[in-house]
Protein backbone atom coordinates (compact mmCIF):
# COMPACT_ATOMS: atom_id res chain seq x y z
CA UNK A 1 0.00 0.00 0.00
CA UNK A 2 1.34 3.36 -0.92
CA UNK A 3 0.12 6.58 -1.26
CA UNK A 4 1.59 10.03 -2.52
CA UNK A 5 0.47 13.12 -2.08
CA UNK A 6 1.00 16.44 -3.92
CA UNK A 7 0.04 19.64 -4.15
CA UNK A 8 1.32 21.69 -0.40
CA UNK A 9 3.05 25.09 -0.59
CA UNK A 10 3.00 28.38 1.25
CA UNK A 11 -0.14 30.32 0.23
CA UNK A 12 -1.51 33.81 1.98
CA UNK A 13 -4.66 34.50 4.36
CA UNK A 14 -7.61 33.46 2.54
CA UNK A 15 -5.80 31.43 -0.44
CA UNK A 16 -6.58 28.13 -1.49
CA UNK A 17 -4.78 24.58 -2.23
CA UNK A 18 -5.50 21.42 -4.13
CA UNK A 19 -4.22 18.33 -2.45
CA UNK A 20 -3.65 15.10 -4.33
CA UNK A 21 -2.93 11.70 -3.14
CA UNK A 22 -2.21 8.66 -5.95
CA UNK A 23 -2.75 5.57 -3.99
CA UNK A 24 -1.69 2.24 -5.40
CA UNK A 25 -1.07 -1.51 -3.58
CA UNK A 26 -5.09 -1.81 -2.84
CA UNK A 27 -8.50 -1.70 -3.98
CA UNK A 28 -9.26 1.83 -3.54
CA UNK A 29 -12.52 1.97 -4.41
CA UNK A 30 -13.58 -0.42 -1.87
CA UNK A 31 -12.21 1.81 1.05
CA UNK A 32 -12.95 4.61 3.12
CA UNK A 33 -10.00 7.05 2.85
CA UNK A 34 -9.20 10.83 4.92
CA UNK A 35 -7.34 13.55 5.18
CA UNK A 36 -5.05 14.13 8.32
CA UNK A 37 -2.96 16.91 9.73
CA UNK A 38 -0.61 17.68 12.23
CA UNK A 39 0.26 20.89 13.26
CA UNK A 40 3.94 20.92 14.77
CA UNK A 41 3.68 20.24 18.43
CA UNK A 42 0.05 18.68 18.11
CA UNK A 43 -1.87 14.96 17.82
CA UNK A 44 -2.92 14.31 14.25
CA UNK A 45 -6.60 15.30 13.43
CA UNK A 46 -8.55 14.21 10.91
CA UNK A 47 -9.96 16.61 8.33
CA UNK A 48 -12.12 15.18 6.10
CA UNK A 49 -13.39 11.60 4.93
CA UNK A 50 -14.54 10.26 1.43
CA UNK A 51 -17.03 7.22 2.61
CA UNK A 52 -17.33 4.66 0.09
CA UNK A 53 -20.56 2.53 -0.29
CA UNK A 54 -22.63 5.32 0.18
CA UNK A 55 -20.39 7.89 -1.08
CA UNK A 56 -20.68 10.31 1.81
CA UNK A 57 -18.28 12.56 2.84
CA UNK A 58 -17.76 14.20 6.57
CA UNK A 59 -15.65 16.69 7.69
CA UNK A 60 -13.75 18.52 10.61
CA UNK A 61 -16.01 21.49 12.22
CA UNK A 62 -12.78 23.77 11.73
CA UNK A 63 -12.72 23.35 8.02
CA UNK A 64 -16.37 22.44 7.37
CA UNK A 65 -18.04 24.76 4.44
CA UNK A 66 -14.03 25.67 3.53
CA UNK A 67 -12.76 22.51 2.68
CA UNK A 68 -14.03 19.47 0.11
CA UNK A 69 -13.17 15.96 -0.14
CA UNK A 70 -13.12 14.43 -3.96
CA UNK A 71 -12.11 11.05 -4.63
CA UNK A 72 -11.44 9.41 -8.79
CA UNK A 73 -12.07 5.59 -8.31
CA UNK A 74 -10.90 5.32 -12.18
CA UNK A 75 -7.59 7.12 -11.08
CA UNK A 76 -6.76 5.63 -7.79
CA UNK A 77 -6.64 9.42 -6.51
CA UNK A 78 -8.00 11.25 -3.39
CA UNK A 79 -8.18 15.21 -3.50
CA UNK A 80 -8.44 18.14 -1.10
CA UNK A 81 -10.11 21.25 -2.01
CA UNK A 82 -8.68 24.10 0.34
CA UNK A 83 -10.27 27.37 0.43
CA UNK A 84 -10.27 30.70 2.61
CA UNK A 85 -6.95 29.59 4.20
CA UNK A 86 -6.24 30.29 7.65
CA UNK A 87 -3.15 30.21 9.36
CA UNK A 88 -4.48 27.46 11.70
CA UNK A 89 -4.93 25.39 9.01
CA UNK A 90 -0.97 25.01 8.41
CA UNK A 91 0.50 21.32 9.29
CA UNK A 92 1.55 18.22 7.50
CA UNK A 93 -1.46 16.74 5.53
CA UNK A 94 -1.28 13.54 4.67
CA UNK A 95 -3.73 11.38 3.20
CA UNK A 96 -4.89 7.73 4.76
CA UNK A 97 -6.56 4.41 4.61
CA UNK A 98 -9.77 4.03 6.65
CA UNK A 99 -9.74 1.39 9.04
CA UNK A 100 -12.18 1.80 10.38
CA UNK A 101 -15.56 4.49 10.38
CA UNK A 102 -18.03 5.20 12.75
CA UNK A 103 -20.78 7.91 12.53
CA UNK A 104 -23.17 8.16 15.14
CA UNK A 105 -25.65 11.46 15.24
CA UNK A 106 -23.68 12.49 12.72
CA UNK A 107 -19.81 12.66 14.36
CA UNK A 108 -17.63 10.74 12.66
CA UNK A 109 -14.81 8.72 14.01
CA UNK A 110 -12.00 7.47 11.71
CA UNK A 111 -8.98 5.07 12.43
CA UNK A 112 -6.50 4.25 9.34
CA UNK A 113 -4.13 1.49 8.93
CA UNK A 114 -1.58 2.83 6.14
CA UNK A 115 -0.94 6.79 5.32
CA UNK A 116 1.14 8.54 3.14
CA UNK A 117 4.06 10.67 3.97
CA UNK A 118 2.88 14.00 3.65
CA UNK A 119 2.53 17.11 1.69
CA UNK A 120 2.68 20.62 3.83
CA UNK A 121 0.60 23.53 4.31
CA UNK A 122 1.99 26.39 5.42
CA UNK A 123 -0.75 29.67 5.84
CA UNK A 124 1.29 33.06 5.97
CA UNK A 125 -0.80 35.76 7.73
Known amino acids: VQFVESGGGTVQVGGSLRLSCAASGFTFSTYAMCWVRQAPGKGPEWVSI????????YYADSVKGRFTISRDNAKNTLYLEMNSLKPEDTALYFC???????????????????RGQGTQVTVSS
Open 96 to 114: ARASFLSVLGGAARVEYDY
Open 50 to 57: SNTGDSNT
